[in-house]
Nanobody, 126 residues
Framework: QVHLVESGGGSVQAGGSLRLSCDVSGYTYGSSCRAWFRQAPGKEREGVAAMYGAGGLDTAYADSVKGRFTISQDDAKNTFYLQMNSLKSEDTAMYYC??????????????????WGQGTQVTVSS
C-alpha cells in the first residue's frame, strides 16, 4: 500500500526559505509522477510543482512559483522534496504531496493523483 508522509513545514518570514519532504513507501517511481499541491483557507487546491519518471528530470511548475520553488527527489531515500525560496505571504497554505503510478507528463491537476499525504502547514509572515 502506498503511503506518503510530509514534513518540513513551519513559520518563516517573507524572503525566507523552507524545504518540504515527502517520504514515500510502497511505491516505485518508474512511469510515475510526484507532485506538491497547496490549499489556502477559502481557496481551491492548486498544483505547485510536479515531476515525472524515475529520473525526475521532467518537471512542471505553477507560474506563481517559477524561479522560487524546486521539486527534486532522492531515489535512495524514497523521498522527494520541495525547496521553497524567496517565500511570500501568499505562499501561506497547507501543502500536500501526492503521487500516482502511471502518468505520461508531470501534471499539476489534482485529479491525476491517487495517493496523498496528510499535509504540512507553511506560514509566511510579512
Amino acid at each position: 500500500q502506498v503511503h506518503l508522509v510530509e514534513s518540513g513545514g513551519g513559520s518563516v518570514q517573507a524572503g525566507g526559505s523552507l524545504r518540504l519532504s515527502c517520504d514515500v513507501s510502497g511505491y516505485t517511481y518508474g512511469s510515475s509522477c510526484r507532485a506538491w499541491f497547496r490549499q489556502a483557507p477559502g481557496k481551491e487546491r492548486e498544483g505547485v510543482a510536479a515531476m515525472y519518471g524515475a529520473g525526475g528530470l521532467d518537471t512542471a511548475y505553477a507560474d506563481s512559483v517559477k524561479g522560487r520553488f524546486t521539486i527534486s527527489q532522492d531515489d535512495a531515500k524514497n523521498t522527494f522534496y520541495l525547496q521553497m525560496n524567496s517565500l511570500k505571504s501568499e505562499d501561506t497554505a497547507m501543502y500536500y504531496c501526492a503521487a500516482n503510478e502511471l502518468c505520461s507528463w508531470p501534471s499539476l491537476e489534482d485529479v491525476k493523483y491517487d495517493y496523498w499525504g496528510q499535509g504540512t502547514q507553511v506560514t509566511v509572515s510579512s
